[in-house]
C-alpha cells in the first residue's frame, strides 16, 4: 500500500471541519508530512426531510483550514454506504428492542474501512483523524491505548479497529488535553478554532432520536407499569425507549422520578422503577460479535470494562461462554445495562477489544 511522495510520507486527514481534525492536519503538516484532507459526506437529509446535517457549514470551514494549511481537501460523499451500513444498522437494532451505537458502526464501516480504502486509492500511506486515543507499537504489532485527556478519551468507540487499521492510522492529537488542542489552533491561527465541539447524532441535527425513528417505526402503545405490575400510564411503544431511561415517560404525580428498568416485547409493556431498582442492575452480561485489537486476552482472567462512553473503569472478570460469546462477569453490578450496547474491555490503559452486549443477567 505505502506509496511515498519523494521523501515525505503521504497522509489523508479526515476532516470533519471541527477543531480536533483541523489540529491534527495542521500538526501533520508541521512535522513535514505531506498532507491531503478528505471531508465525508454521510448524510445530507432523510426521504421526509426531518433531519438535515449542517455539512455545507462543515465542509466550508474544512476548505478554509484546508487553505489556510495550503493543502489540497478531497470530498468523499459516503451517503449510500452511511445509510446502508450505519443508519439501516440503527433502525434495525431499535426495532428488535436493542440500544445501537451509531458512532462505533461508523468508526467500523466508514472510516476506518471504506475512508481508508480511498486513501489508499489516491497514494496515502496513513489515515489520520481528530480522534483523542492513541496507537503504540510494540513487539508484535500496535496497541491501542486511551487518550491523555480523560474527559475526552474516545478509545471505548475505536474497539474494532484491527492490527492492519492500525498500522496505517495516525491519532495527532491523542497525546494531547482538550485546551491544548485549543490553544493550538490559536497559535495555527486556523479560521475556526473557537468552532464549539459537536455534541450527539450528526444527521440528527435538533431533532430528537425518538422523532427521527417514527420515521420508519410505527406507534405501538402499550402499558408501562412498575415492578409489582402496577398500571402508571401508557408508552408509544418499546422500541422507543432504552434502559435507564428517565425523561419522557409521561408517568406524572410519582413521589420519586421512575427509570426504564425492563423491556417486555412479546407483550409490549414498559417496565419502570426507583433509581436504585434491584432490576436496574446487572452482574453478568453475555457479550457477543466479539472484536480483539491484538490477540483474545487470556480466559478467565480479570480486566476492566467501560459498558458506556465516558463511564469509570469498572473491575470485571471475563469467562468463556461459547466460541462467539464471553461472559462478563462484574463484581460491582451495573446499572442500566442495555442489550445492543458495546462493552469495551482494557488491561489498564490498552485497549484489549470488546463486544455487543446479547444478554442480561
Known amino acids: 500500500m505505502a506509496k511515498t511522495i519523494g521523501k515525505k510520507t503521504r497522509v489523508c486527514i479526515a476532516m470533519s471541519g471541527g477543531v480536533d481534525s483541523s489540529v491534527a492536519a495542521a500538526l501533520l503538516k508541521s512535522q513535514g508530512?505531506?498532507?491531503?484532507?478528505?471531508?465525508?459526506?454521510?448524510?445530507t437529509k432523510d426521504a421526509k426531510g426531518l433531519t438535515k446535517c449542517p455539512w455545507e457549514q462543515d465542509v466550508f470551514d474544512a476548505r478554509r483550514v484546508c487553505a489556510k494549511l495550503d493543502i489540497p481537501l478531497y470530498v468523499f460523499n459516503f451517503e449510500k454506504d452511511y445509510k446502508k451500513r450505519v443508519v439501516d444498522y440503527l433502525f434495525a437494532e431499535y426495532r428488535q428492542g436493542r440500544t445501537p451505537n451509531p458512532d462505533i458502526m461508523c468508526n467500523k464501516e466508514i472510516k476506518f474501512k471504506l475512508f481508508l480504502n480511498k486513501a489508499k486509492e489516491i497514494g496515502a500511506d496513513f489515515i489520520a483523524t481528530g480522534h483523542y486515543a492513541q496507537i503504540k507499537k510494540n513487539q508484535g504489532g500496535y496497541d491501542l491505548v486511551k487518550g491523555k485527556d480523560k474527559n475526552k478519551d474516545q478509545s471505548y468507540f475505536l474497539y474494532t479497529l484491527n492490527q492492519n487499521q492500525l498500522k496505517h492510522t495516525l491519532f495527532p492529537i491523542g497525546h494531547l488535553i482538550k485546551p491544548q488542542?485549543?490553544?493550538l489552533a490559536k497559535k495555527f491561527r486556523l479560521p475556526n478554532w473557537n468552532k464549539k465541539d459537536s455534541q450527539g447524532i450528526c444527521f440528527l441535527?435538533?431533532?430528537?432520536?425518538?422523532?427521527?425513528?417514527?420515521?420508519?417505526?410505527?406507534?405501538?402503545?402499550?402499558?408501562?407499569?412498575?415492578?409489582?405490575?402496577?398500571?402508571?400510564?401508557q408508552h408509544q411503544g418499546t422500541a422507543f425507549y432504552t434502559i435507564g431511561q428517565r425523561h419522557g415517560l409521561n408517568v406524572g404525580g410519582l413521589n420519586a422520578p421512575?427509570?426504564?428498568?425492563?423491556?417486555?416485547?412479546?407483550?409490549?409493556?414498559?417496565?419502570?422503577?426507583?433509581?436504585?431498582?434491584?432490576?436496574?442492575?446487572?452482574k453478568t452480561l453475555t457479550v457477543g460479535s466479539l472484536?480483539?485489537?491484538?490477540?483474545?486476552?487470556?480466559?478467565?482472567?480479570?480486566?476492566?470494562?467501560?459498558?458506556?462512553?465516558?463511564?469509570?473503569?469498572?473491575?470485571?472478570?471475563?469467562?468463556?461462554?461459547?466460541?462467539?460469546?464471553?461472559?462478563?462477569?462484574?463484581?460491582?453490578?451495573?446499572?442500566?445495562?442495555?442489550?445492543?450496547?458495546?462493552v469495551v474491555f482494557y488491561s489498564g490503559k490498552k485497549v484489549l477489544g470488546g463486544g455487543i452486549i446479547n444478554k442480561i443477567n
Do not use: M
Not at 219 to 228: M, S
Open 33 to 43: 508530512y505531506d498532507c491531503i484532507g478528505a471531508f465525508f459526506i454521510t448524510w
Open 181 to 183: 488542542v485549543r490553544q
Open 205 to 233: 441535527g435538533k431533532v430528537k432520536l425518538t422523532d427521527f425513528l417514527k420515521t420508519k417505526i410505527p406507534v405501538k402503545i402499550g402499558k408501562i407499569v412498575d415492578t409489582q405490575g402496577k398500571v402508571l400510564g
Open 258 to 282: 421512575y427509570y426504564v428498568v425492563k423491556k417486555i416485547r412479546k407483550t409490549n409493556t414498559l417496565v419502570v422503577g426507583l433509581d436504585r431498582t434491584k432490576e436496574l442492575f446487572a
Open 291 to 342: 472484536s480483539w485489537v491484538n490477540q483474545a486476552p487470556k480466559i478467565p482472567g480479570n480486566y476492566q470494562a467501560k459498558i458506556r462512553y465516558r463511564q469509570p473503569d469498572q473491575k470485571v472478570r471475563i469467562a468463556a461462554k461459547t466460541k462467539k460469546e464471553i461472559k462478563a462477569v462484574f463484581p460491582k453490578p451495573q446499572r442500566a445495562a442495555a442489550l445492543g450496547q458495546s
